[in-house]
């Protein structure tokens, strides 16, 4: 009687291999999807606020023309007191710098006015250092109506992808707009004080 030879059964893939490379797949296939949302995301942002101020151009002009007067209306002059605030170029107007560094609220940061056009605009770069690196323009401008005037307040940028990727958590609009709002109602009492006789 012949004996036969023995077989060595082929070895079955481990179940819990298989488990590990479904998830690794799903994992891909997850990350590439967001990604192409991300990517999907608007390529640009802009929040804007405007406010009816009881003053004349000229005064409420001259609060954002100055560096020096924004710790009185500022919201984030607020948020941390201590920061380290440096002034750079003239005294107001266009090439007017201010540089601050403060708490992980502020971060640290630079704004220079770039235009300046009295009781009417005044445009600026600003530059964000952290919490994250990030440029963005903004826009005040100044329009009479009647006795009183209306201050818009603009501020527009790029998007990169991982702020592409912070906006699908967070609504840049939410974000800021509501420090706008706050800002635009310090001003007002300010410059609506200082209009009176």
């Known amino acids: 009687m012949n004996e036969q030879a023995a077989t060595v059964p082929a070895p079955k893939k481990s179940s819990l291999g298989k ?18 949302i991300v990517a999907m995301q608007p390529a640009t942002f802009e929040v804007s606020r405007k406010a009816t101020i009881a003053a004349p151009p000229e005064v409420v002009f001259a609060q954002v023309n100055d560096f020096h007067k924004w710790e009185a209306w500022s919201p984030w002059a607020k948020l941390d007191p201590q920061a380290e605030n440096t002034f750079e170029g003239p005294e107001s107007g266009k090439g007017a710098g201010f540089h601050w560094d403060g708490n992980n609220e502020v971060g640290e940061g630079r704004m220079t006015i770039t235009e300046s056009r009295p009781a009417e605009l005044v445009l600026l770069d600003l530059e ?12 005040f401008t100044f329009k009479p109506e009647g006795d009183q005037t209306v201050v818009t307040w603009t501020m527009s940028g790029e998007n990169t992808f991982m702020s592409k990727a912070m906006h699908l958590v967070m609504d840049m609009d939410k974000l800021v707009g509501g420090s ?11 410059s609506e004080a200082a209009a009176k006789p």
Do not use: N, Q, Y
């Not at 590990?20 to 999807?33: P, T």
């Not at 964000?128 to 690196?133: A, I, L, N, V």
């Open 180 to 190: 706008f709002d706050e800002g635009l109602a310090s001003m007002k009492k300010i």
């Open 128 to 139: 964000f250092m952290r919490p994250f690196p990030s440029k963005c323009a903004t826009e």
């Open 19 to 36: 488990i590990v490379l479904i998830a690794l797949a799903l994992f891909v296939a997850f990350v590439a999807v967001l990604c192409v």
